[in-house]
């Protein structure tokens, strides 16, 4: 069966400082690999995702995430956090074969400091 | 506006009343998904359809709740006898799901907060 845990249920930094989101998954295969963000009463919108290839991925608003299979980790990073990325972020592992269903993490919610 | 949309937003029911959910993909997508969010949580599968077949439903999904996707384009899910546990966020997705094409990245719509008082 396929899991994901998010270590950090709440990560505060300041404006302009680095930021690291730390995803762990464990599955049976090649994963598919996402990061979503979810801003209060809304939807997920994808980030980034890695299915194959480059283990450095590249998103939208600045943020990249790198796979490492020895590690079983996707962490998510940002070189300077702006105040509009506070939000809740999702890292979620899904099939790569068949139907893509997805099983989620339960969020890091990410508080940014002026 | 393309993306995944659904309807109604927020439905506050009262606990053993039915409610209707919508749910309307990307026009061109033919796989079309349902997750639940409760607070605090990440989303959790319910169901997938591939056109409008349905191909999976979790064990989470009881017989209370149905799901239907009778053209292969719009969705709605039912839930029948509602309880105060079904309180959560009901979340559609939808994905290309072309046969041979290896991505298949699901997008997701706004959600339908669901209040059972």
């Known amino acids: 069966a396929q899991s994901v845990t998010q270590p950090d249920i709440h990560i505060t930094v300041s404006e302009g400082a680095s930021l690291e989101l730390r995803c762990n998954y464990s599955?049976?295969?090649?994963?598919?690999l996402f990061w979503y963000v979810q801003s209060p009463g809304q939807g997920l919108q994808l980030l980034l995702k890695?299915?194959?290839?480059?283990?450095l991925v590249q998103g939208i608003k600045g943020f990249e995430a790198e796979f490492k299979r020895s590690q079983s980790s996707f962490n998510l990073r940002k070189p300077s956090v702006h105040w509009s990325d506070a939000a809740e972020y999702f890292c979620?592992?899904?099939?790569?074969?068949?139907?893509?269903?997805?099983?989620f993490g339960d969020g890091t919610t990410l508080t940014v400091k002026p | 506006d393309t993306g995944v949309s659904q309807d109604p937003r927020h439905k506050i029911t009262k606990r053993g009343q039915n409610v209707t959910f919508r749910c309307d993909p990307i026009?061109?997508?033919?796989?079309l998904y349902w997750y639940r969010q409760t607070l605090g949580q990440g989303p959790e599968f319910l169901t997938y359809?591939?056109?409008?077949?349905?191909?999976?439903k979790s064990r989470l999904l009881s017989d209370r709740f149905s799901a239907e996707r009778p053209k292969g384009s719009f969705s709605t899910l039912e839930i029948q006898r509602t309880e105060q546990g079904d309180s959560a966020m009901y979340l559609c997705?939808?994905?290309?799901?072309?046969?041979?094409?290896?991505?298949?990245?699901?997008?997701f719509g706004p959600g339908t907060r669901l209040t059972v008082l």
């Open positions: 979620a592992v899904g099939r790569i074969t068949n139907a893509g269903k997805s099983t």
């Open positions: 599955y049976g295969a090649t994963p598919y």
């Open positions: 359809f591939q056109n409008e077949a349905q191909l999976e």
């Open positions: 997705a939808s994905s290309l799901g072309r046969r041979g094409v290896e991505t298949d990245t699901q997008y």
């Open positions: 026009s061109e997508h033919n796989r």
């Open positions: 890695y299915f194959s290839g480059d283990t």
